[in-house]
T-cell receptor, first 117, second 111 residues
């Protein structure tokens, strides 16, 4: 079945530094990838949508200069949290959608727990 | 940012009982709905989906019911097991294939 690999699973960084999170579709080509953020005991909130070879589309209230998204290939999208601050600490999850709808049209990564100290 | 005082709805059942988890969705134009299970520290796991032209779909031990009139979705889990304990989210697909997630329900199965 479709698998999405997300790395790292956990990262701790100092305030002011940048962190890159990778999301790879292992056995299918992902025309679209989605990035979500989830705070404790809350739901997943969509941050942005990225299509291969084009600029990401950000949801209202998400700073595009702070959360840099690159989708350079059909199997890899990256989210870089720039100049991270403690309030950016959260669980970040990617999701990949293939070119055709399948039973598992949306495949999720295992998430990245970011802690900014 | 995080909302102070926000908490997940909870459902506590005995092992072997049936569970019903409910979800209200917001967009009458949504054409596809998915139920996900999320265990602590993990990404969402697909359970079952349903298209808007259906009102019921069954899987293994799970059934999803869709009532478009009142924009309501439910997930029924038969013979609930301790391994079913998790947070369950409904999601609706809107424009540009974006998924919007419901607020989730914490299911606890007591042995």
């Amino acid at each position: 079945g479709a698998v999405v690999s997300q790395h790292p699973s956990r990262v701790i960084c100092k305030s002011g530094t940048s962190v890159k999170i990778e999301c790879r579709s292992l056995d299918f080509q992902a025309t679209t990838m989605f990035w979500y953020r989830q705070f404790p005991k809350q739901s997943l909130m969509l941050m942005a949508t990225s299509n291969e070879g084009s600029k990401a589309t950000y949801e209202q209230g998400v700073e595009k200069d702070k959360f840099l998204i690159n989708h350079a290939s059909l199997t890899l999208s990256t989210l870089t949290v720039t100049s991270a601050h403690p309030e950016d600490s959260s669980f970040y999850i990617c999701s990949a959608r293939g070119p055709r709808e399948t039973l598992y049209g949306y495949t999720f990564g295992s998430g990245t727990r970011l802690t900014v100290v | 940012g995080e909302s102070v005082g926000l908490h997940l709805p909870t459902l506590s059942v005995q092992e072997g009982d049936n569970s019903i988890i409910n979800c209200a969705y917001s967009n009458s134009a949504s054409d596809y709905f998915i139920w996900y299970k999320q265990e602590s520290g993990k990404g969402p796991q697909f359970i079952i989906d349903i298209r808007s032209n259906m009102d019921k779909r069954q899987g293994q031990r799970v059934t999803v019911l869709l009532n478009k009139t009142v924009k309501h979705l439910s997930l029924q889990i038969a013979a609930t097991q301790p391994g079913d304990s998790a947070v369950y989210f409904c999601a609706e697909r809107g424009s540009n294939y974006k998924l919007t997630f419901g607020k989730g329900t914490l299911l606890t199965v007591n042995p």
